[in-house]
């Protein structure tokens, strides 16, 4: 899924650099831009400085930026974690645009005729995957339903589910299913511990780790010990300052402060509850700790705790089984509920209260013990009848208002008790807009059920739909319009398209270079090649009449990089010929290239080549400190083993300053290598998705393949003008817009329920599935 973030007229500012280590790839870049306003007038503003790795959103942080942007603080709504808007009361509006059963693919095969989207909205994230992508975005309650595409974009008052079918859908039930299990059944895999950062034995990044040796078979009466840490912030990073273990019975077994290795920089008080005056006199340190636990645990035993990856990282221990509460009180989309809400909505208990002094690990430690014991006990059914989502909404929903009641939709009952279970419909955030006196205005095809909203004037067509968007929306506060290609178009196309745009890619990633002299160095031209960038093949053709060399490079800057200062060059002896492949999907690789190195997200950013592998961050952060501007280096990795490549990025405040860049550092020797230096063409989402789509399996058989590439390329003319009708079509939408409105538009992906249709579709929805915000 892939998500473009317009703002009209706008202010965009950055907000802050990025930790070089958290980032994966150049996205998203935080671009700078004024608008003239009248005198008097705000404009809201966006800090949204998201880089690298950091391109990547989840649905729940599109869901805040979308509750604040839409009920800013007198609603209590929070800004968004991972950006800012400041003046959010001067927001005109805001505009959802979802491109139904669109995605990435859709985005960068037709790049060229999605001109209006590329040039005006300024960012693109990836969106994470979702299986119920509308339920998501409108928060706890929507329910997506697909249905006729003659029917309109309807919210039609929501009926009660019945229980069995709605205890079915529940993420826990589809994890678990409905009977009880032994406590074996809920110990995480290796492979679920690995997804999850558990410290795990013979691993890379846990070498010096202590092993608990506790290697026993596990068997469903083996012992539960609750474990749980608190953590100050030292020149190390996170260290342990108090550890807690229970056991089965909820007896404290252990419960002491530790002495940190590394001076302290943040106690962290207000999280640990750990002062600089009780640290004073402990003497025990962390390996007192890791001696203890492991003279104190079982052969079988199995540790359970609340996220507890992070207390095994910062304990530097290994045990092989671990139960984690939230992950075993499943949710969709990969979210997590909070310690301190199971408590209260399972067991009853109040934790983590306000008017304690931080947090107690023995208490919390002990809730997440009885939390696995209820689970165990009661079975997947008896929690998932609890309805947590439907308490959790309960909760904020209550909080976002002063009056309660102002906050119940009508028609929508919520329980009086808190952990008396419900199956009634759930508030979504639709009904918080509509309580608040909005009138959110819904225009498409594609059928929506969400609760209390009727939308009777159905629009058949994507031109129709546009009419009634430029009647309607200007008018409305909030509005979600849906455009789509067309059924026919939304299933049966998409394994050859997908095929077409992998081969392009394979192609725009491979140089030919030669002839040769029999018997030329192949190490000379493996490394003069190399210093453009990360190589993933080199092969030599020997068809021809003299050999060549046949290159296929890891990012689209190196093959461009190799085009543009080797051709010509003498390389191993013999004056060579660069060029890539030749065909007929490449006549318009110059255009595409020329495109992307002029697009919105790559103003500002250079790629530099030639680097040593020797050469760490540090390394690098001294060597280009003295360019003007420089805002954020980032240097890339493997996605497979984590090392960092031979090139990184640079991010400057401005284009002018990169252009300086790209001379001063063409030339430059660091460490006896020498660099190369040219504008960046591939932002960090396209990054990760050239990759998957290079290393995704699943292709379908050779002859239902050539079937469709035939099918599609008699209508490929279509699709294109189809493309190009929606672009324009955003682009009249979005001159429509009142300044100060925000706009998303969105590329949700292939419907789940349409997966098992496509066959290998499912790595589109994986790789492909995108958002791009401007």
Known sequence: ???????????????????????????????????????????????????????????????????????????????????????????????????????????????????????????????????????????????????????????????????NSDLQCDPIIRKYGIKPQGLTSYILTLEEQRKNDYPIKGSPGCKGYIYTECDQQRTDSSPLFGLDCEMCLTAKGNEVTRVSLVDAQGQCLLNELVKPESRVMNYLTRFSGVTKKMLLPVKTRLSDIQTRLKEMLPHDAVLVGHSLNADLQALEMIHPSVIDTSLLFARNEGRRFKLKFLAKAVLGKEIQCEEKLGHDPEEDARAALELAQFFIEQGPAKVAELNLEMLLTTEKLAKDSQNKAALQPQGCRVQKQFNEPTHLSKPCFLDCLQVTGQKPVLLGRQGLDSSGLRQSNLSTSNKQILQRALEDVPLSTFSIIQFSLGPEYTASHLPALCEQVRSKLADMLTIYAGPFEEGFCLHSVKKEFGRCGPIQTLTVVTEPYKPYVCIQYEVLEAAQLAVESLNGAEVAGSCIKVQRPVTAAMLDCDDLIKELELDVENEGVIYVAGLKKSLTEMDLQEEFSQLKDLEILFLPKDLRNGKHRNCCFLKFQESESAADAIEVINGWTVKGSKLRSRNALASGHLWRWIWQMKHSNGKQGGHILYEKMEQLSDSEQDLRKKAKKLDHHIKKLYRSLRNNTLCVVLFPGVNSWLQHQIGWASCISDSGAQTASH
């Open 1 to 163: 899924e892939f998500v473009h973030l317009g703002l009209k007229n706008w202010c965009v500012e950055p907000r802050g650099t990025v930790s070089i280590s958290s980032v994966c790839f150049l996205s998203a870049l935080s671009l700078d831009f004024t608008e003239t306003f009248p005198a008097g007038e705000k404009s809201s503003r966006l800090s949204a400085a998201l880089f690298g790795e950091d391109c990547e959103i989840s649905h729940d942080q599109l869901y805040e930026l979308l509750k604040y942007a839409a009920l800013g603080k007198r609603h209590n709504a929070t800004q968004p974690s991972w950006c800012r808007i400041s003046h959010q009361s001067h927001l005109a509006g805001v505009v959802v645009i979802v491109l139904h059963e669109m995605s990435q693919l859709h985005f960068y095969k037709f790049y060229l005729q999605f001109k209006h989207l590329r040039k005006v909205f300024r960012h693109r994230f990836i969106l994470t995957p979702s299986t119920n992508f509308f339920a998501s975005l409108y928060g706890e309650g929507a329910n997506l339903k697909p249905q006729n595409t003659a029917q309109g974009l309807t919210s039609a008052g929501s009926e009660c589910i019945q229980k």
